[in-house]
């Protein structure tokens, strides 16, 4: 079936340390994008991608990086200078063509800091 | 720029109760309509939307909700929920033009006592 696989579902690292967590889709989606969730605070844009080789800062870039090498993957980077990255991150992915705005998600990753 | 106003962050009900979640949206311009729905430590699911025609939308496991223009408004409705029904929603909203831009409300919570 079509969807998009986002690994690992959960993650523990220390203080200071890089993360990459992964996200794939096999719906041949153009755009794909990566969301933070915290507790009451609903979903926050950190980045997408329109193309492969582009990208653009969401609301919130600030300490993650992204690339886009291939179409069906759009892997995130927690770097050391994101100040609290403790949080449940998403992917989602949409159409661009004729695109309505609805995104398509995975099931998330949980990444905790201790 | 669009913005979303979920007005209750909690929603507590009975099983077989009806239920509204409201939903307020700001914008300039003609938009689209989300609301996904969210169960603990998954992605988001899309549950309706509105693209044009109809303003009462009907989606998946028994919800439907009415676009207001007047009132700039998309509030969910269930008539009986079920225990199952247990979990965060979101309203979502996109401009018409903007290309990518979805804008989610903080969310509500939806939660079902027997």
């Known amino acids: 079936d079509g969807g998009i696989t986002q690994s690992p579902k959960y993650l523990f690292r220390k203080e200071g340390q890089n993360v990459t967590l992964s996200c794939e889709q096999n719906?041949?989606?153009?755009?794909m994008y990566w969301y933070r969730q915290d507790p009451g605070q609903g979903l926050r844009l950190i980045y997408y991608s329109q193309i492969v080789n582009d990208f653009q800062k969401g609301d919130i870039a600030e300490g993650y990086s992204v690339s886009r090498e291939k179409k069906e993957s759009f892997p995130l980077t927690v770097t050391s200078a994101q100040k609290n990255p403790t949080a449940f991150y998403l992917c989602a992915s949409s159409k661009w063509t004729g695109n309505t705005g609805e995104l398509f998600f995975g099931e998330g990753s949980r990444l905790t800091v201790l | 720029a669009q913005s979303v106003t979920q007005l209750d962050s909690q929603v507590p009900v009975f099983e077989e109760a009806p239920v509204e979640l409201r939903c307020n949206y700001s914008s300039s311009v003609s938009v689209y309509l989300f609301w996904y729905v969210q169960y603990p430590n998954q992605g988001l699911q899309l549950l309706l939307k509105y693209l044009s025609g109809s303003t009462l939308v009907k989606g998946i496991n028994g919800f439907e909700a009415e676009f207001n223009k007047s009132q700039t408004s998309f509030h969910l409705r269930k008539p009986s929920v079920h225990i199952s029904d247990t979990a965060e929603y979101f309203c979502?909203?996109?401009?018409?033009?903007?290309?990518?831009?979805?804008?989610f409300g903080k969310g509500t919570l939806l939660t079902v006592n027997p």
């Open positions: 719906l041949n989606h153009d755009a």
């Open positions: 979502a909203v996109s401009e018409k033009g903007s290309n990518y831009k979805l804008t």
